[in-house]
């Protein structure tokens, strides 16, 4: 690690504060020191200036998903942004709360409904108790959905979610990785197809990817699973074929019983 | 103010693995189940752990064996554990892991389709079940989601608890908290209480903990008459980053080593060979931290002060496959390639082996319906836990006290009655910061405590160090007598902080208390002034109890002695398992001569 020339410099970061109802961005002065993140220099505020700034953390190692927030508009983790990539580009740094969510104060979002959702998704029902043989690669292929830390930046970022506030008709990214992760076990016996199109709401995607994009654990939640969710309602509940020879639009088949 | 209580038959301080297991366990017995935690469902302190769950299933090695998990385990806590809490340990760890395969979690595997094991420090045989290295992420996660689909549990996040009630028998009978993002106070009645709240790694400057990791269970508990035991013991884990400032303690996993990486000191030399030549760098922590500070006093540590940990011999695949957040977090953390770099590891405080005094099979404490599991409860580890010791932990004893404290609220009669001037004089006591003024700042007695904690009872400690300590800490205490809040009372950490560092000036009382009682060096506990194991000092555990004039009382309780079966396993220099798989082998050996 380098000694970088930013140590001991003074430098301004204007921080959200505020509730629900109303709030302002504030200007704090903080000491930079080597390797410094985001999430540092809040806390550098909190101890000197603000005791009483709002902000959500645990781990300081993007291992818990606790501190995502919105630094110069973008989602990110704030213990995983480094002040000095700001710095270098003379880039003033600006944080507040995520956007999708009521704020509760400062830095902190109300994401209570997440774990509303959660609390409704089916859980897992294997068809009898462990032990279980598992082959290392199917392993393999669940590891990237486990890797999900609960930060809920897909969440922020979906603009069904953040500009079209379908939380109630469309579960979200990070709940369409959920049923993929369950739907792929090996060892689930639940049908889920007809959860994911309806509770789910899996349709209201239109793969834009921007999940994909600000995951701070590089998991392809487009590709590698709200994709094959849709491919299975498509494969379920439309019949491609004859929709193109008729050369109609596809429209759903009636529902099959559930298993 | 509403007084009105919220009923439940068994109320939870504590969402980590060790919380939401017993959580589970009461529910199943039919109980009403409320678990309070001051961050969010699936954030606490377990979310963090790394290297994995030790449990002696024999997947790879055959040899391995509950007797031999449990012969490791006594030795690595230096026989100060209480030997019935092992012995349960260890016969029930891997039906605990296969349970949460069960509910969803999914562990690596072997070639054939088991779990996956990997060696650690002082485990005889390859035996931590793992999920890379983010093994605590699928415990909770598991736990969280099988929480989410139970009903009769109410999970209560950031609502946090500053005192416990007890009812005119002396029984716990409810708690006083405060709910984090309007700041609303919340009072629980309940028949049975469980603590499980954590350890208190924070007392000290460089941890690998969280913000929540104050001890507020243990202090809360303390207070109301409950005992801790083994205080002095606080493991200050070989491995936690050292640079750059920002992240100094925050921990690497034991599964480094576990893998293959070596250490080495500023002059190249991989000293563990001469430390601990058997076992090198997968001695027991208590060893391997010792021996890094050992190395930067006598002036051969890095240039941040520890030592370096070179794994770049495995190959960038590997190590990504096997050690994928740690490669993640030097990267962007620290801007180091650990595939092709080594790095700075210091000593950081990890884990406390003391705490709440225990019921072994249950984890009753001396006060009738309080429970306590986890790592606020002590004796599992005695004087050192070994690596993957604390997540079966939680399971073990999370399981045991849920049902044990299900079975005592069933048995209870009547509604558990709060007195209504206790609750009265702790709304005052809580609402008092922002009273002051011009008082102290929390931030600032933190930082002082632990600066205090670490000079005077940290690694390395003395009698007259010790000492000091405690006349230091009378100081501060008085000063925090004074601390203040701003602001309102809206999700405001300042004010949060308050209480927590009132818990962590208490434990950090028992600590120096315990440690200099304990005139020896045992595991975790190192003095200067009596630098060796002492036989007659091994045979008690050091409890305390606070005096209603606010002053410790210290008591001696001897160590549960083993029956003469377990004793004689350790008349052999090796573990059962160990030894078994020799025997074998010269057997084999035998049968080719002949
Ligand atoms: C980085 C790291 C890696 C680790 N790796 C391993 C490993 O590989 N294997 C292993 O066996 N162990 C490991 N450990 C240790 C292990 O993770 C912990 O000892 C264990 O998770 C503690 O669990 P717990 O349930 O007792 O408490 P915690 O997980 O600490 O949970 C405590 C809970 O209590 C709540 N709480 C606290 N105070 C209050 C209050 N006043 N009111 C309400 N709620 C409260 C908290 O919010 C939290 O929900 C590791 C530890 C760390 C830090
Ligand atoms: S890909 Fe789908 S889920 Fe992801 S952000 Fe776009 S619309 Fe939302
Ligand atoms: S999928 Fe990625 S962005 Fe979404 S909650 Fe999980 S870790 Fe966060
Ligand atoms: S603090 Fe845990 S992810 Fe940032």
Redesign the pocket.
Known sequence: MTEDGFRGREVPIWIFRGDGLSGEERQYMVELSPGMVVLDAVLYVQQHEAPDLAVRWNCKAAHCGSCGAEVNGRPRLLCKTRMDDYMRRNEAVHVGPMKTFPVIRDLVPDIRKNYEIARRIPPFTPAHPAPFQLWPEDVERLKEFRRCIECFLCQDVCHVLRDHHRLDHYMGPRFMLKLAELDMHPLDTRDRTPYVRREGGVDWCNVTRCCSDVCPEAIAITENAIIPLKERVADRYFDPIRDFWRGRSRRPAPEPPEK | MNIDPLHYDVLI???????LRAALAAAEEGARVAV????LLGK???V???????AALGNLDPYDSFDTHFYDTMKAGHFLNNYRMVSLYTQEAPDRVLELETWGAVFDRTEDGRIMQRPFGAHSFRR?AHVGDS??KELIRTLEYKILATKRVDVYPE????RLFLDDNGRAAGAF?YQRDDGRFLIFSAHAVIM????W?RVYKVS??SW???G??AA?SFRAGAELMDMEMVQFHPTGMVWPPGVRG??V???VRGEGGLLFNSQNERFMLRYDPERKELSARDVVSRSIFREVQAGRGTPHGGAWLDISHKGPAYIKRKLPTMYEQFLKLADLDITRERFEVAPTT??TMGGLRVEAETGATNIEGLYA????AAGLHGGNRL????????LVF?RRAGLAAAAYAARRPGTSSLSYSSIEEERRRVLAPFAIESGENPYLIHAQLQQLMSTYAGIMRSGTSLTDGLGHLERLSERANRMSADGGLHFNPGWGLVFDVQNMLTLARAILTGARERRESRGAHWRTDYPDEDPEEGRRNIVQTLGPDGRIKVRDEPVPEMPPDLRRLFDDPVSPGVKRQREEASRARGSEGA
């Open positions: 301080v504590g969402a980590g693995g060790a919380g309070l935690s001051k961050s606490a302190h377990t963090m752990a790394e290297g994995g769950i030790a931590l093994t605590g609502v946090i608890t500053t908290c499980a709240s954590g350890g790694g690998s903990n929540e990791s104050t507020d269970g809360i925050i921990l996993t034991e599964g990890h884990y599991c986890g790592e606020t690596g993957g010791n604390s997540l079966g932990d939680l999370g």
